[in-house]
């Protein structure tokens, strides 16, 4: 039996999305546990929590100043880590649904020290081309670890710093984390048998306010680290924006679905890049 997993999931009043995802987890057959951070959860997150009686240790903590002001995912995935009682780490949010197999896929991946684990993402048929991407590896890069579906000894992730809560938006905190750990010398792989689903956001506007969200945060990781190669990774060097911002208004359709939301991402940084510095990534 390999070491004991804690599975971090953050979750902000997504209560029907979080229940699929711990009930996909009861299939899962790894020696592990579930640590549930209810970041300023205003809706009956709680309430079914606390009736909730699954087959796996669970957790639950809280996170938010006051009622209904959630402090952000990296917070809630710092505090969870905090309180997690496994040598491994598993990221994955309350959106990201478990395939079977998924969590010894990860557990067996640890099988040298300073690995970063990380699985594949899938979409639904109905959310392909619409922002978000998914993950079919063989190769995987820094900026691939998210909070979706990577996984880290903890003992690593408190070596590197934790997630940077300073970016308490949307975006930004996955690729700062994935950077560190890179330059910690953390040996990165692709695990294919760890599946799961990612049902991300269905909406069309809510894709390109995020892809604008997005762009502004990538833009902080920049600001943050000063180094070029990661404005080239994460699609953010000036020159780069500055070609986007010329040709995608009118060659985005060329892309598909992926134009607009490409545009919106470039917009996003554009602006933030003429905000100038503004911390490490708050909204």
Request: net charge positive.
């Amino acid at each position: 039996m390999g070491a004991m997993v804690s599975v971090i999931v953050p979750t902000h009043n997504r209560r029907e999305l979080l229940e699929k995802k711990l009930r996909a987890l009861e299939a899962q057959q790894s020696a592990f546990e579930v640590v549930v951070v209810a970041d300023g959860c205003t809706d009956d997150t709680l309430a079914f929590l606390q009736d909730y009686s699954p087959p796996y240790p669970l957790q639950v903590l809280q996170t938010g100043q006051g009622y209904g002001q959630g402090q952000g995912a990296a917070h809630a995935r710092n505090q969870g880590a905090q309180a997690a009682r496994g040598e491994i780490l598993l990221f994955s949010d309350d959106d990201v649904i478990p395939e079977l197999g998924w969590l010894e896929a990860h557990q067996k991946a640890h099988t040298q020290p300073r690995t970063v684990a990380i699985g594949r993402l899938k979409l639904p048929p109905e959310l392909r081309g619409h922002g978000a991407a998914e993950l079919r590896g063989p190769r995987v890069f820094w900026w691939h670890v998210t909070g979706n579906n990577t996984s880290m000894p903890k003992a690593l992730f408190e070596e590197v710093g934790r997630y940077d809560a300073a970016f308490s938006g949307y975006g930004g905190e996955d690729s700062d984390l994935g950077y560190r750990l890179w330059r910690s010398g953390a040996r990165l792989v692709f695990v294919p048998k760890a599946q799961a689903v990612h049902l991300a956001y269905a909406h069309r506007e809510k894709a390109l306010q995020k892809a604008r969200q997005a762009g502004a945060a990538h833009v902080r990781v920049w600001q943050k680290h000063r180094d070029g190669r990661v404005a080239w990774a994460l699609g953010v060097h000036p020159v780069l924006l500055m070609f986007k911002m010329a040709l995608l208004p009118s060659f985005k359709g060329l892309l598909g679905p992926r134009g607009d939301y490409e545009l919106a991402f470039a917009w996003g940084a554009w602006e933030a890049l003429q905000d100038g510095p503004r911390g490490n990534g708050r909204d």
